[in-house]
C-alpha cells in the first residue's frame, strides 16, 4: 500500500489531506477522526487504513496528477537524522566508522514534497545533494528491542536529505547545516512494509540532471534499520508518524574534486527499488527577510 499527504489544487483554503494510491487515482482516507496521516497511523495503523481503502475502493478516487503532493508525514513530531551510515561514504569523506550512530535532527519545515522546489540559501554555495532511505514508525515505543524493531516501522519513502556544508562545520554540530528552509524533500510517498520485502535487498540512486552520482545497497548500511530504532527509542520515545533519515550514500559532492554543489536549474532524483523516484528541482531562495 502507498500512502500519501496531498493538497488538492481549487480547494478552500488549501486544505490538506491524505489516502492511499490505487492506480493512477488517489482514494482520500481522511476522516473526521484522524484527520492527518500521522494521526491515522496512531489511532488504526497500517492495518486499519487497509481496511478503510478496501471500504471505499468503490470510489471515484481523484487523479494523482491533479494535487501537490506534501512529504508523506507533513507534520512528523520527530525527523532523526543519522550520519555517516554506509562504509563508502565514511571511506570518501576520511573518518573511521563509528562505534554508535551519529544523531541530528531536523524541523519539518525543512522538506518538501514530489516536484516542489528545494531551495538553496543565499548564505552559501556549498548546498549538496544526499539520496536517503526514511523509515514512518508506525507504533511507536521507549527501548525497543532490536529483534522486535520492524514491527514498529509503518513504511518507508525516499528523501533528499542534503546539508548546507559550510553551515554544518560551523561547529561540531550539524543542526545549522541541516535545517534550511525547505532545503529537503521526502515522497512521493510512504510504501508500507508487505510491499517492501527485504529492506537490505534495496537499491538507492541518486540522480543530479540525469547523472548517477550516488549508488549502493542497504546492505552496506553500517547501522541496520532494527539498530536504529533499537538506538534512538533508548534515549527518546519513538511515536507514531516519525521519521528516521537512515544516511547517505558515497558520491556526494562535498567530496567529488572538483566539489559539485546543487544549482538553481539543476533536478536531483532519488530511486529507491520499490519505493519510486523523488524528484526535485532547485531554485534560489529569494527572500531576503520574513515578519
Not at 554543489?261 to 523516484?277: A, H, K, M, S
Request: charged residues 20%; aromatic residues 6%.
Amino acid at each position: 500500500m502507498k500512502l500519501l499527504s496531498y493538497i488538492e489544487p481549487g480547494t478552500h483554503g488549501k486544505k490538506a489531506s491524505y489516502g492511499a494510491l490505487d492506480g493512477d487515482r488517489l482514494v482520500d482516507l481522511a476522516t473526521h477522526e484522524a484527520p492527518t496521516l500521522r494521526m491515522a497511523l496512531a489511532a488504526e495503523g497500517v492495518e486499519g487504513l487497509r481496511q478503510r481503502l478496501e471500504a471505499r475502493s468503490q470510489d471515484a478516487g481523484i487523479p494523482l496528477a491533479g494535487v501537490q503532493l506534501l512529504p508523506p508525514i507533513p507534520q512528523p513530531e520527530k525527523i532523526l537524522c543519522i550520519g555517516l551510515n554506509y562504509y563508502l561514504h565514511a571511506q570518501e569523506v576520511n573518518m573511521a566508522v563509528p562505534s554508535n550512530p551519529s544523531v541530528f535532527v531536523r524541523y519539518p519545515n525543512s522538506f518538501v514534497g514530489q516536484g516542489a522546489a528545494v531551495l538553496r540559501p543565499p548564505e552559501s554555495e556549498q548546498f549538496d545533494y544526499e539520496a536517503e532511505m526514511a523509515v514512518v514508525i508506525g507504533r511507536g515505543g521507549r527501548r525497543i528491542p532490536e529483534e522486535q524493531a520492524m514491527q514498529h516501522v509503518a513504511g518507508y519513502s525516499c528523501m533528499a536529505e542534503n546539508s548546507v556544508r559550510d553551515w554544518q562545520r560551523h561547529s561540531a554540530q550539524a543542526t545549522p547545516g541541516k535545517n534550511f528552509f525547505h532545503s529537503g524533500a521526502i515522497g512521493p510517498w510512504l510504501v508500507t512494509p508487505e510491499e517492501v520485502g527485504d529492506v537490505s535487498r534495496l537499491e538507492i540512486i541518486g540522480r543530479l540532471n540525469q547523472e548517477v552520482v550516488q549508488r549502493d545497497t542497504l546492505d552496506q548500511l553500517i547501522f541496520s534499520i532494527p539498530r536504529l530504532i533499537a538506538y534512538l527509542s533508548t534515549f527518546t520515545k519513538l511515536v507514531p508518524g516519525d521519521v528516521i533519515a537512515t544516511g547517505t550514500p558515497a558520491g556526494v559532492g562535498l567530496s567529488r574534486k572538483p566539489q559539485r554543489w546543487l544549482r538553481p536549474g539543476d533536478v536531483f532524483e532519488v530511486e529507491i527499488t520499490g519505493l519510486g523516484v523523488l524528484r526535485n528541482p532547485v531554485a534560489d531562495d529569494n527572500i531576503s527577510q520574513e515578519h
